[in-house]
């Protein structure tokens, strides 16, 4: 065996360090003759800092391998298994010089990377992406000064005239809601074009590595059936890295995970405690320690389609590298909860099965989910991981995908998940959405002449009407909706003051917007094999007005906490015994 020869040809050999009780770590003098190893725990025998500086902490923890110490002139290198060892050698010479085997438990390695150098994967999970890409750098202090001075405009308006801030806004809300419907009917009409077949580019000799990255925050509930749900997924077991990520101090998610017999290819990955604590520095923290060359995420309360990764790593292979990420399609299986959860089902619909699709088809920038979201690990490294401090990193990971040239696609496969089916949870969830929404847009104009170069006219566009409209539509959705006091027979001061073919003209689009809103319902309960949703498109205007609530919300934590993460709780609504997909939804429009 390759190992035995290897250890053969040693000059110098450990002395086999024992697990049992803890002792004093036994350093063997220089050019000793000792055992040969069986295994070594770190934790018992902390290695040497030093050591692992040289290598680094982040590629140590990809590799799966920890030096150790000196032994001699040689350095010994703790390995789960010889083969790892053997794979890796030479880089390790390279970095250790003359390196010795020792045998060491994966899960050990990891407690000791973390114990030594937890601080400073922290750090970097905590800084990956550049500061120019990144908005740790947002100060609350000039958003204030930037609602100030946005006051100040609205009062000196209102000096001129009481109505002239009104039509300010009134125009915006109308400029804004005419580009998204734009937007809007041209997705629709490309969802009923086919997507021309493409031939594979590159063939799999044997099936990638893919390491599913799973952050749990106070899972009680829910994380015992999560695995359940990942068990059923047809892959190669040995080709599949689950990496559960816990927080530091998370005691509820550890104890249940603790009733759990936890399969081979389960890592459980505790991120110590930092400067904030939001999902996005969880999955920077992880994605060190995952093994996989493909990076997939998924949320705590999500049912996957058994044969989703099989179809992430065919697409994968037929695209070429610029194709970075693939998104998967969301739906809910507690849709029939109430009313909400219907709306919620008919709204993701809408975006996962029209809007999104659409947005790919004319090439502009997709903004992705937090969850069913698979990427290239070459591809998410080059862009430097997740914004720890965006509380909506999925969107803003999105854009800069598309700055650095990266292409991402929809993939016609459905992860079920559970509706925030009640009013306020749904409020928090989508203000923290609109938060992020609001500083991933603030980042990425910080220089906007660059970002028009980097994108092109034609994306730097989409960007403006997918982040800048939203944020402008709900902002002034008061001034629109104060117009249902005219059909009600009740006065309006600025309809009294608009001419009359201007007012039949802003009718007219208010009209147009609910029938093309209707519309696109109703492609989109088709698509997602639920028809009969469409029957509750009206209660959507009852339902988007908790995104202005929400909205509100987010512009007052912009100016006062702007980091915080309004985590949502899962398993609410009996989902957490729900067996896998419920309906068989309807191919993607790109697939029709």
Known sequence: MKLARFNEATDVVLRKVATGAPRAPYVPAPGAKVMAPRHVDPIVSPPDPRLIARLGAPRAARLGLLPWRRC????????????????????LSRALGPIRLALCDRSEIRAALTRIAGADLVNRAETLVPIGESCRGWQTGWARLWVAGLTICLALLISVSVLAPVFVLLGLAMGTLLLSMMLKAAALILSFRKERHVQPSVVPVRSPVVSLLVPLFREAQIAGHLLDRLGRLDYPEDRLDICLILETGDEVTRATLARTDLPSNIQVINVPQGSLQTKPRALNYALDFARGSIIGIYDAEDAPAADQIARVVQRFAERGPQVACLQGVLDFYNTETNWVARCFTLDYATWFRVILPGLQRM??????????LFLRREAIETVGGWDAHNVTEDADLGVRLARHGYRTELIESTTMEEANARPWPWIRQRSRWLKGYAMTYAVHMSRPARLWRELGPWRFAGVQILFLGTLVQ????????????YPL?????????????????????FVLSEALSLIISFRASRLSGRRWLWLWAPALLIYFPLATIAFYKAGWELLTRPFFWDKTDHGAFGGADVPGVIARPRPLPHQA
């Open 363 to 372: 090439g502009l920038v997709v903004p992705l989910g937090g969850t069913t």
């Open 72 to 91: 001699g002139s040689d350095c010994v290198v703790l390995a789960e298994e010889p083969a790892v060892f053997l794979r890796h050698k030479e880089e």
């Open 474 to 485: 709900l902002a002034t959705a008061p001034v629109l909706w104060s117009f249902w006091l």
């Open 489 to 509: 027979g009740l006065p309006h001061p600025v309809v009294e003051a608009m001419p009359a073919l201007l007012l039949a003209i802003m009718i007219g689009v």
